[in-house]
């Protein structure tokens, strides 16, 4: 492109036209500006998830979901409660996100390619890795799905239930009798009633149908999932900032844990030495900056909210009538299995 016959005020105009534009110098009129305007986050949750997104009977809505938009507020407000919830069902979900009635879609949805591209939407990252898996009696004495080879399985129809089955077990020339039935209630209803050696379905659906039974603690989820359900936040695809600081708050939760940083013992720990400890807490580097939040932004998550490990023993872990192993779910250098790894704070 040739511009030496343009005049002076034309090169100017052009140059504005083609510098590049940062994502933390946002625009008037961001997601961030019209947040902090408003005064809180709108944040789009399930309408009743146990250990994901429920309501109290006072209206207090707790769950793994709903801590991570406490998380959100934290890092933007320094305060957990600037926060609006939104109960959405399934189908209303991304619509809602991209009629901007709410600022993040948080509400358990899978991480699909066509969700990521069809939907106006963008996945920030990973908060809970669930899956199709199984449920058996703990008196069977079985702890693997390798093991369930000529087992009668509880399933609905459909990708997740009977075609999951089928697949998984045709790959392991395993042979198996399916019992199906329409509703998820009449499913578990027939393996309470033994009709079926195991339950299938996501694992987080499993745990809720195991809490609800006469004796819980019969019954013991296999750790293996034969299929990948990513759930995470989502945010619209028009505002990369937004975005960064959605990715970097889920990324704050799981380094926190990472450097042994908790609700607990964060504000001892603001006299630490270690460089990526007083990095992160915005003592020695101001890493808020590039997101248009606050310097101590990653101290106030931890502060209000705990690290990835807390949230998730409080909401569907030990500490939860879910009672869920970490497996997937836990820190990539404290399980082989685990899946949980937080991007460089630097």
């Known amino acids: 492109m040739q511009f030496r016959c343009l005049p002076t005020a034309a090169l100017v ?3 504005l036209l083609l510098a590049p534009v940062s994502a933390a110098s946002a625009a008037p009129g ?11 986050i709108l944040c789009g949750v399930g309408e009743a998830q146990e250990g994901f997104s429920e309501a109290s ?3 207090q809505r707790s769950g793994l979901d709903v801590e991570f938009c406490a998380a959100l507020a934290a890092a933007v407000f320094g305060n957990r409660d600037a926060v609006k919830f939104w109960p959405l069902s399934a189908n209303d979900g991304f619509k809602s996100l991209q009629s901007g009635d709410i ?3 948080a509400r358990g949805a899978a991480w699909t390619l066509s969700r990521d591209t069809e939907f106006g939407a963008r996945f920030t990252g990973v908060l809970f890795y669930d899956g199709q898996g199984f449920m058996t009696r703990r008196g069977n004495a079985i702890s693997s799905v390798l093991e369930l080879s000529g087992a009668s399985v509880c399933a609905l129809p459909g990708a997740m239930g ?6 998984f077990f045709g790959s392991q020339r395993m042979r198996y ?3 199906t039935q329409e509703s998820w209630d009449d499913v578990v209803k027939a393996y309470v009633a033994g009709s079926c050696t195991v339950l299938t379905g996501e694992v987080s659906l499993l ?11 019969d019954h013991i989820i296999l750790p293996e999932l034969i299929t990948k359900e990513p759930l995470g936040p989502a945010v619209r695809q028009d505002d990369p900032q937004w ?8 990324m704050a939760l799981i380094e926190a844990e990472e450097l042994g940083l908790s609700s607990g013992n964060v504000d001892a720990k603001r006299a630490a030495t270690e460089p990526e400890i007083r990095r992160f807490l915005g003592l020695e580097a101001n890493l808020g900056q590039a997101l248009g939040l606050p310097r101590d932004w990653a101290y106030q998550i931890v502060k209000n909210v705990g690290n990835y490990g807390e949230i998730f023993e409080r909401t569907v872990g030990a500490k939860s009538d879910l009672k869920l192993e970490r497996g997937l779910n836990n820190l990539w250098n404290k399980n082989k299995n685990g899946l949980m790894y937080s991007m460089p704070f630097r």
């Open 103 to 105: 600022d993040v879609l």
């Open 57 to 59: 009977d006072d209206g």
């Open 207 to 217: 745990a809720v149908a195991r809490s609800k039974m006469s004796s819980p603690g």
């Open 243 to 250: 975005f960064a600081v959605v990715r970097w708050t889920l």
């Open 13 to 15: 105009l052009v140059a």
């Open 30 to 40: 961001s997601t961030l500006d019209e947040i902090r305007a408003r005064g809180h």
């Open 177 to 179: 009798q399916i019992v």
């Open 162 to 167: 009977e075609q999951g089955v089928a697949e």
